[in-house]
C-alpha cells in the first residue's frame, strides 16, 4: 500500500492558465517521498546524522490531467526497487480517483561526502512496508 500525503493546491502555484504549474508538481511529488521517508524514521535529518543522503539521480514525470486552485490533491508514493546504492521510487498525484501525474525517481545513496554506498539493511527494513518489489530479490543487492 503506498504512502499518501494530502495536499491543496494553492494559487501562488498556478500557471498563466490558471493550472497549477508544472514545475510544482515535481515539488509536491518531492514532499511526498520526504514524508514517506519521515515517517520510517528516516527523515533528512535522520539521515544527514547517520551519515547517509539520497540524491536523485533520475526523475521521469507524466502529466496527465491538470489540477486547478483549491483542488484537495493526494501524493501516492512507493519504493519500487531497492539496489545496492540506489533505490526507485513510484509516485501519483491523485485528485479523488483521476491520476493527474506520475513520477518515477531514481536517487543515488551516497555518504555526507557524496561517494555513492550501500544502503545498510535497516534501512532497507524501515522500507520495507512500502516496498513493491522483494527487496532480496534484485541481483544487485547481493555482493
Do not use: C
Not at 501516492?76 to 518515477?104: F, K, N, Y
Amino acid at each position: 500500500m503506498p504512502h499518501r500525503h494530502p495536499v491543496k493546491v494553492r494559487f501562488y502555484e498556478l500557471d498563466p492558465y490558471g493550472h497549477l504549474n508544472h514545475s510544482v508538481y515535481v515539488q509536491l511529488f518531492e514532499t511526498g517521498r520526504v514524508e514517506l521517508l519521515d515517517k520510517v524514521g528516516l527523515g533528512l535529518h535522520d539521515l544527514e546524522d547517520e551519515g547517509f543522503r539520497f540524491v536523485v539521480t533520475q526523475i521521469a514525470t507524466r502529466f496527465l490531467a491538470s489540477a486547478v486552485g483549491g483542488d484537495a490533491l493526494v501524493v501516492e508514493t512507493e519504493v519500487l526497487e531497492i539496489r545496492r546504492a540506489s533505490s526507485r521510487w513510484g509516485q501519483r498525484i491523485m485528485r479523488g480517483d483521476d491520476v493527474l501525474a506520475t513520477q518515477e525517481v531514481v536517487a543515488a545513496v551516497t555518504g555526507t561526502s557524496g561517494r555513492p554506498v550501500r544502503l545498510p539493511e535497516t534501512m532497507v527494513e524501515r522500507l520495507a512496508s512500502y516496498l513493491v518489489a522483494d527487496p532480496t530479490s534484485s541481483p544487485d543487492r547481493e555482493g
